[in-house]
Structures are given as structure tokens and as C-alpha cells.
């Protein structure tokens, strides 16, 4: 497992989840400095991995390679959130309204859809596949089609929404606005349940589909259970604000099938690692391994595709800085990428961490 993280310093960072006896640790595996603004949102895909940043591009990465594949340049204003859907396709949202729809590979733009009157804050995806939702700053809740690529109904609200997620089995989508949460049915579309973190949520990720967890404004993490409305279990996992939650299944060695991990990334620079068990959610969850980044961490992404042996340095000699002319100008004829911007040079290594 590889956690990657995006920071306001402009970088994204890469760290593999090593065991070693009882403990584990967090091993550096690469920087990359392509972008020019503030990361705010991190993807995964396979063996893809996205990030969109407020200098208004999509960069995307081979995390097999370990090289860049290029850049989308199809929003005109800062990438708010991106998803993938079982790694066939890849949905952006941006500060310029618009959704976006790309087939991997060929990383065509099949859609570009325009409902919002402002900014897009948050997407989320059917487990189907064939529906998506959205949040943006003019007080809607959006349902798309992603099989005609057409909007399907608008829901208005009171306040601007933050955040949207759908749970695990798609029977129910929860709503974030500031420090409450909302978890609708999807059947009825009426309210299941109404819960109130106490503090501005930040970030969210459903545990099991009937749990769900939650962070934000101070050092803690909530566990929240939607069937009774209540609050399984908080505890304090940070000395700053959390800005990302991630849960994934435990494939280490000694993992049981109610086993997961949640990776959480905070302002003081800290990624942490900690098991939990889903038939056991009101015990304090297990610190795995944590890493300080010294940066102010933005979003993260979990990459869980094995990746080749990194090459030891990707320093070119000066041989093979006199063939890139040559390279670039062969590789322009010979494929061309629709809304893809490929880098000078080629394909970039990212800089791996020894």
C-alpha cells in the first residue's frame, strides 16, 4: 500500500506502509513538483494516480512506471475534487462549475457538464457507476446521468454544501454542511438521519455502510453510526486540524476479514496509519505508523496496485539530454492526445526517494 499526499507547498509526496515485526513504518518513495499551485485533490485508479491543483490542470502519473503521463487542461478555474470509477473512467470537478467525464487510456474528455452557478465543493460517484452527485456554492445538490451525460434533477438547500459521499452498497449518500452531517435515502430521498460533530467537517469516509467517519476543526476523529444517529466513538489523532480521511482493507499479513485501515492527514504535517476492526468500532483504533511530512498537508490518495523496482536515480547524463528534441518531436507524431499536455521531454520520472 502506498499513501500519496498533496500539500499547499505545490508537491505531491509518496510513502510506502513497510511491516517490520510489530510495527510499521512509513518509507519515502518520491516527490514531484509539477504543479504551480496548492494540490487539492488527490485520485487513484489502478495504476493511475491523478492530482488537480489551483493552477487549473489535472497531472497524471503511472504509478507502475513511475513516470508522468501528461496534463488536462480542460477546466478553466482551480480542480476542487477528482474520483475514478473502476479504473475505466475519471470524474473532475472545478471552481469553474463544470463536471468533467474521461476515458482512461485515451484520457478523452467524453463530457464536460455544466449545472452549477458557482464553484463545484464536492463529487461522488454511484458504486453502479451510472449516477453521480455533486455540491457546489450555490446551495444545490446535483444528480447527474452518467449514461446520457445529463443532469437529472436539482435539490436546493438552505446552506452551501461541503461535502457528498456515497455509502459503500449506494442506498444512501451523506451531506456535509459545515458541522453537520445529513445522510439521505436514495429510495425516498428523505432524511435517515441528522448528526452534529460539534465542529466544521473537513473530511469523511464511510467504514462500513452503516458507519461512518468523520473529521475536521480540531485534533479528532469521529466514528458516527447513521442507523441510530449517534456517535460510536471519538478520539484525539492529531494535533491540528484534519483535512483527509481514507479507509481501505487491511492486506497485511496478519489482517482478518474485519480488519481495515484508515489513513488520516492533518495540518501539523503528520500521516498516521490505524487498524480497526469493523465488528469492533467503540475501542480507540491502533496508531500502525505515522510520518512527519514537516508540510501542511492537503489531500491524499491510497495507491494499492504493486508498482516496478524503482531505478536508483533518474538523473539524465547529458547524452540523453541532447536526444530529447528528437524524443519529443517523434512522440508528437506519432500520438496525439486529445486535452492531454504532454511534458518537455517526454514522459517525466517522478524523483524517487532512496
Same mark, same amino acid.
Given at each position: 500500500m502506498e499513501v500519496v499526499v498533496g500539500c499547499y507547498e505545490q508537491? @505531491? /509526496?509518496? &510513502?510506502? /506502509?513497510? =511491516?517490520?515485526?510489530?510495527?510499521?513504518? @512509513? =518509507?519515502?518513495? &518520491? #516527490?514531484?513538483?509539477?504543479?504551480?499551485?496548492?494540490?487539492?485533490?488527490?485520485? *487513484?485508479?489502478?495504476?493511475? /494516480? +491523478?492530482?488537480?491543483?489551483?493552477? %487549473?490542470?489535472?497531472?497524471?502519473?503511472?504509478?507502475?512506471?513511475?513516470?508522468? @503521463?501528461?496534463?488536462?487542461?480542460?477546466? $478553466?478555474?482551480?480542480?476542487?475534487?477528482?474520483?475514478?470509477? $473502476? *479504473? *475505466?473512467?475519471?470524474?473532475?470537478?472545478? %471552481? $469553474?462549475?463544470?463536471?468533467?467525464?474521461?476515458?482512461?487510456?485515451?484520457?478523452?474528455?467524453?463530457?464536460?457538464?455544466?449545472?452549477?452557478?458557482?464553484?463545484?465543493?464536492? /463529487?461522488?460517484?454511484?458504486?453502479?457507476?451510472?449516477?453521480a452527485l455533486s455540491v457546489g456554492k450555490d446551495k444545490t445538490i446535483r444528480t447527474w446521468n452518467l449514461v446520457t451525460g445529463r443532469p437529472a434533477y436539482t435539490t436546493n438547500i438552505k446552506q452551501v454544501a461541503d461535502l457528498i459521499h456515497w455509502s459503500p452498497k449506494g442506498d444512501m449518500y451523506a451531506v456535509v454542511t459545515g458541522n453537520k452531517i445529513n445522510v439521505y435515502r436514495l429510495e425516498t430521498a428523505g432524511l435517515k438521519c441528522s448528526l452534529d460533530a460539534g465542529r466544521r467537517v473537513l473530511t469523511m469516509a464511510y467504514i462500513t455502510n452503516s458507519a461512518l467517519a468523520v473529521a475536521g476543526e480540531d485534533r479528532n476523529i469521529q466514528i458516527l453510526?447513521?442507523? #441510530?444517529? !449517534?456517535?460510536? &466513538?471519538?478520539?484525539?489523532?492529531h494535533e491540528n486540524r484534519i483535512k483527509s480521511l481514507v479507509c481501505v482493507r487491511d492486506h497485511r499479513s496478519d489482517a482478518g476479514e474485519t480488519d481495515l485501515l484508515m489513513v488520516s492527514i492533518s495540518s501539523d504535517g503528520y500521516i498516521k496509519v490505524w487498524a480497526?476492526?469493523?465488528?469492533?468500532?467503540?475501542? #480507540?483504533?491502533?496508531?500502525?505508523?505515522?510520518?512527519?511530512?514537516?508540510?501542511?498537508?492537503?489531500?491524499? +490518495?491510497?495507491? !494499492? !496496485?504493486? *508498482?516496478?523496482?524503482?531505478?536508483?536515480?533518474?538523473?539524465?547524463? +547529458?547524452? =540523453?539530454?541532447?536526444?530529447?528534441?528528437? %524524443?519529443? =518531436?517523434?512522440e508528437q507524431k506519432t500520438e496525439k492526445r486529445k486535452n492531454v499536455k504532454e511534458k518537455k521531454g517526454g514522459k517525466k520520472k517522478l524523483k524517487i526517494k532512496n
Open positions: 508537491m @505531491l /509526496l509518496g &510513502f510506502r /506502509l513497510v =511491516e517490520g515485526g510489530e510495527e510499521c513504518k @512509513l =518509507e519515502p518513495t &518520491f #516527490t514531484d513538483n509539477s504543479h504551480t499551485g496548492c494540490v487539492k485533490a488527490v485520485a *487513484s485508479g489502478g495504476h493511475v /494516480l +491523478a492530482s488537480g491543483s489551483t493552477d %487549473e490542470t489535472i497531472h497524471l502519473y503511472n504509478m507502475e512506471t513511475r513516470t508522468e @503521463l501528461g496534463t488536462l487542461l480542460q477546466h $478553466d478555474g482551480s480542480i476542487t475534487c477528482l474520483q475514478f470509477y $473502476d *479504473s *475505466s473512467h475519471m470524474l473532475s470537478g472545478a %471552481e $469553474d462549475g463544470t463536471m468533467c467525464v474521461w476515458q482512461t487510456g485515451t484520457w478523452e474528455c467524453l463530457k464536460s457538464m455544466r449545472g452549477h452557478k458557482g464553484g463545484i465543493n464536492s /463529487l461522488s460517484v454511484h458504486p453502479s457507476g451510472k449516477l453510526n447513521v442507523e #441510530t444517529g !449517534t456517535c460510536t &466513538f471519538d478520539f484525539s489523532a480497526l476492526k469493523t465488528d469492533q468500532l467503540e475501542k #480507540t483504533p491502533t496508531l500502525v505508523a505515522q510520518h512527519n511530512t514537516t508540510a501542511r498537508l492537503t489531500a491524499l +490518495a491510497i495507491v !494499492t !496496485t504493486q *508498482s516496478a523496482e524503482p531505478k536508483l536515480s533518474t538523473t539524465k547524463t +547529458a547524452q =540523453e539530454k541532447r536526444k530529447l528534441p528528437e %524524443e519529443k =518531436e517523434a
